[in-house]
Nanobody
Framework: VQLQASGGGLVQAGGSLRLSCAAS????????VGWFRQAPGKERESVAG????????YYADSVKGRFTISRDNAKNTAYLQMNSLNPEDTAVYFC??????????????????WGQGTQVTVSS
């Protein structure tokens, strides 16, 4: 499966963005999806994940209550709605997919497929 992330941009603190992760090659319904981010000089950080059906999710503590991960398997696309953005959310955001259960990825398991990143910049 190939993944294409989009929707990044420049937003003021307190604003919102919605990222999209479009899949091609295989139905996204066969894969759990995760969102990650990497800020300059920092390690890549897991942000959120969603199960194949969309019935289960997990979030990093830093984004709980502000970010929402969702998916539309009919559109072969997953989303990350980001609200109440702050400058610490500035990073390149990546989506990833894997065929295993979400619990494995929530525990730190490695996703198999990765899209290119989309830049999110939050100004103060």
């Amino acid at each position: 499966v190939q993944l294409q992330a989009s929707g990044g941009g420049l937003v003021q603190a307190g604003g919102s963005l919605r990222l999209s992760c479009a899949a091609s090659g295989r139905p996204l319904s066969g894969y759990a999806v995760g969102w990650f981010r990497q800020a300059p000089g920092k390690e890549r950080e897991s942000v959120a994940g969603i199960s194949r059906s969309g019935g289960s999710t997990y979030y990093a503590d830093s984004v709980k209550g502000r970010f929402t991960i969702s998916r539309d398997n009919a559109k072969n696309t997953a989303y990350l709605q980001m609200n109440s953005l702050n400058p610490e959310d500035t990073a390149v955001y990546f989506c990833a997919a894997g065929p295993r259960s979400l619990s494995m990825y929530a525990a730190g398991g490695a996703y198999d497929y990765w899209g290119q990143g989309t830049q999110v910049t939050v100004s103060s």
